[in-house]
């Protein structure tokens, strides 16, 4: 199962990216949980400053930007 | 961190400094901290580079700027940098500015000549 975690406060480009994750996950038909880490003290644990970012498996993957479903299908393979 | 309000904005500027145990390592750090507290950018852990931290690589990948502050001509930040695939960098070394290794104590005069001259080098 992969684990997404979307990183960022809640505006609306962090939850753009979460759906666009969800798209993603959905499309390429894998297992996948999601979780929104909103407290900043925990965004800063993995290393980031700019949100929103995504993070697969506990990797980063993404900074500062919304990727689209299409970029985020080839970091979950 | 980003607010909400300013949210997917340019990334900061980050600096990185060698941090070494000689006194200009110790001048380059509180350099470093005092540019972070001045506001002219956040300074970043240069150990996270070496260890490639995922979040750590993808934050100054975005940066606006990155400043590395080296203490010694060894230039560990400068090398850091470059090989973890960063080489668009403002670089200053402290032996370039007249602080020798050996001889240079981290007293606030030193700190805030290095401080000085980073803002220079940036601009």
Known sequence: MKK?????T???KCKKLAENAQVAARELGIEYSLEK??????????????????AIDGQVKSVGKVVSADEIKKMLT | ???QSDCCSGGPTLIFACSGAADVGEISDRAARKLTKDGIGKMFCLAGIGGRISGIMKTTEFAEKILAIDGCPLNCVKNCLEQAGFNKFVHLQLADIGLEKGNSPPNERNI????QKAIEKSN
């Not at chain 1, 997404?4 to 960022?8: A, C, D, H, K």
């Not at chain 1, 900043?40 to 995504?54: Q, S």
């Not at chain 2, 805030?112 to 401080?115: D, G, M, Q, R, T």
């Open chain 1, 37 to 54: 880490v909103t407290k900043i003290d925990e965004i800063m644990k993995f290393g980031v400053m700019m949100t929103p970012a995504l």
């Open chain 1, 10 to 12: 809640g505006c609306p």
């Open chain 2, 1 to 3: 961190m980003c607010a």
């Open chain 2, 112 to 115: 805030a000549k290095v401080a």
């Open chain 1, 4 to 8: 997404i975690q979307i990183l960022g």
